[in-house]
């Protein structure tokens, strides 16, 4: 596993980093003998200067980049917030590293930002791969060649796998156990660990698509009137008339100002009011559909399944209410 040593590491980072630590790094010999040897390869990198989501502390490896290769799978759990955010160069050698392990035949693996080593060594071009929501369309403004997928936990690519960020990299990590060692050690493995040995459906279940960015301020009274009447058979021709504009009109401007049309607009309002009441109400699911504009509960299932990948039920255990006093307001998220 790749290090990143003598940066200030964010609390993110420092789960991330161990999760394969916790999977890999304990021998588990009444599952399956012999188990995992976890290596851990830091890059050295000095006085690159502290991050100030850091935690306060840094890290040492056992080994250098150069015991990478001869690995029989490479992980990469993270990489500076810097090196994401601001396009600095990555730690110095870990390209070229990645590259020998992978001709080497190393399984090559990220979790998180890691995605952003793997296809700047080029090994994610013309391949599917994902990394955390929030960092999925810089990966693919950055790395136009690589098919990016920002609905789901994990990618497997064979060769090369990519993971979604925080508790997602342990999905990918037990699907790695349950290829190598089989469906009964990793389902004992999460068992011992207290988690799913598998979640249903993907981190679409955890994207905010309700609030979509837009610089177009003179759409804000409409759109504002649009989210308070949800419960409406809102038309674009409606939109369009309380705009005072065209529906041609109305369908370019919003396209323009949210990336979307206007009937997906509406669409991706009206589950966001559904998965704030599944999230803060105890509503029957035929009342959270009529609320939010689904009508039918048949109709909410129908649109959860296929843009949420989950069904309003599995959807409401993931994110249960919080009881009053708890300190945990409804959109708190029990995994990531």
Same mark, same amino acid.
């Given at each position: ?74 992980? @990469?759990?993270? $990489?500076?917030?810097?090196? &994401?955010?601001?396009?600095?160069? =990555?730690?110095? !050698? %870990?390209?070229?590293? /990645? ?51 920002d609905? @789901?936990?994990? $990618?497997?690519?064979?060769? &090369?796998?990519?993971?979604?960020? =925080?508790?997602? !990299? %342990?999905?990918?990590? /037990?699907?790695?156990?349950r ?22 459906g ?27 009447h ?5 038309? &674009? ?10 529906p041609?009109? /109305? ?64 959807y ?21």
């Amino acid at each position: 596993m790749v290090v990143t040593e003598d940066i200030d590491v964010s609390s993110w980072d420092l789960y991330e980093l161990s999760i394969p630590c916790t999977v890999f790094g304990k021998p588990q010999a009444d599952l399956a003998d012999p188990w995992y040897s976890l290596r851990l390869c830091g890059t050295g990198e000095r006085g690159r200067g502290d991050s100030p989501a850091g935690s306060g502390l840094s890290l040492r490896a056992g080994h250098g980049l150069e015991g990478l290769v001869g690995a029989d799978t490479v992980i @990469v759990p993270s $990489v500076p917030d810097a090196c &994401v955010e601001e396009g600095r160069p =990555l730690p110095g !050698g %870990l390209v070229t590293a /990645l590259r020998r392990a992978h001709e080497a035949g190393a399984r090559m693996v990220s979790l998180c930002t890691g995605a952003f080593a793997l296809a700047e060594a080029g090994l994610l071009d013309g391949r599917r791969a994902t990394a955390h929501w929030m960092h999925t369309a810089q990966l693919a403004e950055r790395y136009p060649r690589v098919e990016v997928d920002d609905s @789901v936990l994990y $990618v497997d690519e064979g060769d &090369v796998l990519t993971s979604a960020g =925080l508790t997602a !990299g %342990l999905d990918l990590c /037990l699907h790695l156990v349950r290829r190598d060692l089989g469906a009964r050690v990793a389902n004992q493995l999460a068992r011992r660990m207290v988690v799913p040995a598998h979640r249903p459906g993907g981190q679409a279940q955890f994207i905010d698509l309700s609030v979509p960015a837009t610089d177009d301020l003179s759409l804000a009274p409409v759109l504002d009137w649009a989210r308070a009447h949800l419960d409406r058979p809102l038309t &674009v021709e409606d939109l369009a008339r309380r705009a005072a504009m065209s529906p041609r009109t /109305l369908h370019r401007r919003l396209r323009a100002a949210t990336g979307t049309t206007p009937l997906q607009w509406l669409l991706n309002q009206r589950l966001g009011r559904a998965r704030s009441l599944l999230e803060s109400t105890d509503l029957p699911v035929e009342k959270v559909g009529e609320l939010s504009g689904l009508g039918t509960a048949n109709n909410l299932r129908h649109h959860f399944l296929k843009q949420v990948g989950v069904s309003p039920n599995a959807y409401r255990r993931a994110f249960p209410r919080a009881l009053p006093g708890a300190g945990a307001g409804p959109g708190a998220l029990p995994y990531g």
